[in-house]
């Protein structure tokens, strides 16, 4: 405040004239904090702000690019910029969904098949209202088209092995993924599982699972995400809940330059139909039960001469697409329904408040089993970004280095 008065300026100007141009790292910290407090003395609220945006940074994020085109027909004269404007746009967003939700879904490129009446609509079936009223679409089909000022030979997913750090990183474009979801929809209904079927995933969150993950709900059913960390119990109990048909898994898990057992806890839960992924590209796995099926052979199953094309299957909003499961610490695990509507509201998240920007590519380690899973799957491809997956241990330096 003293600082501030003196130059006749507002604290955070003189702060970030300090922070950029005086204060380097190599100035003891107590000094950056005495001077940080020092601009901040006499202003009325308590706590200074642990971070100040830059306004011309802010104006190149999705919210910042929107009201700066569109500032003023939203909000009205008293539009001044992004950061100070930001509450009145949160305001805006909650008295005119109408208007918000359809630019978001504008800004992301989502399609549907039918389209709905309206955004939102008081409904004594739905507690909160109805969204999207009479809306058909397939939320996975919306991932394999290249998004608004993209292509569709522009990276999905960027992925690496743990222990190949020096090696050049893997990129899958939004076409080749099309074409391997295609194809592994197309096996799919090979299984002549009725449509709507609960079909499992446990296995880690690498290229392939995430392929299946789109595939189960281009073909019109519906996943069971499991942990690849559950021990038998764990995902006997998931599978009884979700009434799983079948389940895609792999032989083992490499991490930390171990072999994890995979397929033998599956067996052991007594699970249905497996599909069983070698973790190491080629090698066959040996001493499947009857009715399981190696990768190879699933796959096989596709008609070669059709299998990169596919014709999604379009689904009311509120179909099921994956049956996630709370913890389970306290009891039995809650079946916890995703619908078509959910990965829209996970990607307008990743828009509006994580700045998923198109191009950007997003790494979180986790798994399908956590909804986390699931959510960097929507809010990285329905931004028109990519998906960052390390297979391995996220502890490592390896990872680190992957990251940069």
Known sequence: GALGAASGRGPAAV????????????VPFAVHRMLYYGCYAGSPSTTPPAWTPDPEEAALTNVGRVLEARGSEIIGEAYKDPVTSFRDFHKFSNENPEAYWKMVFEEMGITFSVAPSCILRDSDAYPGGEWLPGAVLNAAANCLTAKPGRTSSDVAIVWRDEGKDSEPLNFVT????????????????????????????DMPMNVNAVVIYLAIVLAGYIVVSIADSFAAPAISTRLKISEAKAIFTQDCILRDDKELPLYSRVVEAK????????ARGSTPIKGLR??????????????????????????????????????????????????????????????????????????????LGWMMGPWLVYASLLNGASMALYNGSPNSSGFAKFVQ
Request: hydrophobic share 45%; aromatic share 8%.
């Open 15 to 26: 702060w970030g004239e300090l922070s950029r141009g005086v204060l380097r790292p190599g």
């Open 174 to 201: 939004v076409e080749e993924l099309r074409k391997k979801v295609c194809l592994v929809a197309n096996a799919l209904d090979a299984l002549n599982l009725a449509k709507g079927s609960a079909i499992a995933i």
């Open 290 to 367: 009857t009715d399981d099926l190696s990768w190879e052979d699933f796959l096989g199953r596709a008609d070669r001469t059709t299998a990169g094309i596919y014709t999604a299957v379009e689904q009311p909003a509120y179909q099921f697409s994956n049956i996630l499961f709370s913890s389970g610490t306290t009891g039995e695990p809650k079946a916890i329904p995703w619908t078509h509507l959910t990965p829209l509201k996970a990607a307008a998240d990743g828009w509006c408040h994580m700045d998923i920007r198109k191009g950007d590519v997003v790494a979180w380690p986790t798994n």
């Open 271 to 278: 699970a249905p139909m497996a599909i069983v992924i070698p």
